[in-house]
């Protein structure tokens, strides 16, 4: 029907809206480039934790380093990133830092997943639309506007891309400690940051979007297109810039509150996937 309407008012499709063949698998697999990528690297072959965070900011893994609580994963075959561990309570995370764009991210769950990784955190910044949200503050992101390309890739067409139903209907259950400010809500996501127009602005608000961001969308869409686990918190730190003093973090440039969210996050998250036979048991540190 959209094609149609298009055809009757002559506007063109973007060459992104053509020649996808969603039901079709991809000649290029991420296996294969691991595979070329130890080789070449020198890496052997071992396992990624069940968990890893996506940091696209690098606050958390900044604050990580600096209290020496980090080691480098030695069995991550990726040209363009490390990944590092850490412990977390009584689980075994991974994290890879400054992972920013929904496609370097949708890259990196790619190779994460086909590495042997059950679960991706993403936690990141973001910019508040919605005026009586405070910051800083957490949103659980429910769909995210696709206003982006790499969705594109993998989901045929439409406003929005949600967060698979059976993870949202657990983290219902969630308590989070009130000082974090989580709420469950929508994003717009964009890959233009610098085009963020006043209309554009007018726009999200109607539609009752929260916060504006750049990876949800693309991280929702690979999962649902892959049937993988993905959630994704926006961390809205400020308002684009248009007053003073803005992005604003708190302690440690926030990393604090997103471990303890992580943490709680983890919890949550490891009774899910070990009732659904994902998990086998937790990995010694």
Known sequence: MRQLINRVLGVKNAPILKAKYYKQRSVFKP??????????????FGSVPDFVVLDPDGDIL????????VTLNPYWACYHTK???FKLGRSKL???GRAVGGSFAVLLAEQLFASGCKFIINITSAGKI??????????LVNKALRDEGTSLHYLPPADFVSIRPELLSVFSLASWR?????????VWTTDAPYRE???AIESAKRRGLLA?????????AFAEATSNFVISFAFVTNEMAQKGEDFEKGDSGGAIDALELIEETVGVLNDFLLSRGRLKSQEAF
């Open 130 to 139: 919605e005026d009586n949200l405070k910051t800083p503050s957490y949103i």
């Open 197 to 199: 127009t006043a209309g």
């Open 212 to 220: 504006v961001e750049m990876e949800t969308a693309s991280l929702y």
């Open 178 to 186: 009130k000082e974090l400010r989580v709420k469950v809500g929508s």
């Open 62 to 69: 900044d604050h990580l380093a600096k209290t020496g609580e």
């Open 83 to 85: 990944l590092y561990e």
């Open 94 to 96: 991974g994290i890879i």
């Open 31 to 44: 296996k294969n480039l691991l595979r070329e990528a130890r080789r070449q690297l020198g890496v052997a």
